[in-house]
């Protein structure tokens, strides 16, 4: 490889630990919020403590999905260079859009549940299209890490 070639990979590696490392930081907060929200939310509707519900988990979501998650993606990338296929790119905003739409609708699902209204089908619809996004980036993962144990 030349030296041109090494930074320039050099370059696109940086870019995607930072990307996921912001992308980390904020589902952090995101997550943690949404636990502040839960807690102070149900009790401020009298929904019993510890009552289940799409609320209670959406903060474990956001924190399972979002940040552990795209952690394990950041070592992934430390030690494969999957940013070095364009394959990357395509799983880091599928897979975040697909996050992004699952988490919302399971907040917006929960604080109904909490307000005792009844959620629209259409919760269930946008929430099966974030899983299926999430499913598809999961696969975009899987052929960029196959791919680069390939490249050697």
Do not use: C
């Amino acid at each position: 490889m030349t030296d041109n070639a090494v930074t320039e990979t050099s370059r696109a590696q940086r870019s995607a630990l930072s990307m996921l490392l912001l992308s980390v930081a904020v589902y952090t907060v995101l997550g943690l919020a949404a636990g502040l929200f839960y807690r102070e939310f149900t009790k401020a509707n009298g929904f019993e403590e510890g009552m289940p519900g799409q609320l209670a988990v959406a903060h474990t979501h956001i924190l399972t999905l979002g940040m552990i998650m795209l952690l394990i993606v950041m070592a992934l990338e430390k030690s494969f260079r999957l940013s070095g296929s364009r394959l990357f790119r395509w799983f880091f905003w599928i897979y975040n859009a697909g996050v992004v739409l699952t988490t919302a609708m399971l907040v917006w699902h929960g604080t109904l549940q909490v307000l005792g209204e009844k959620a629209s089908m259409a919760i269930s619809g946008i929430a099966g299209v974030g899983h299926i996004l999430i499913g598809a980036a999961f696969v975009l993962l899987l052929l960029n890490l196959w791919k680069s144990i390939r490249r050697g």
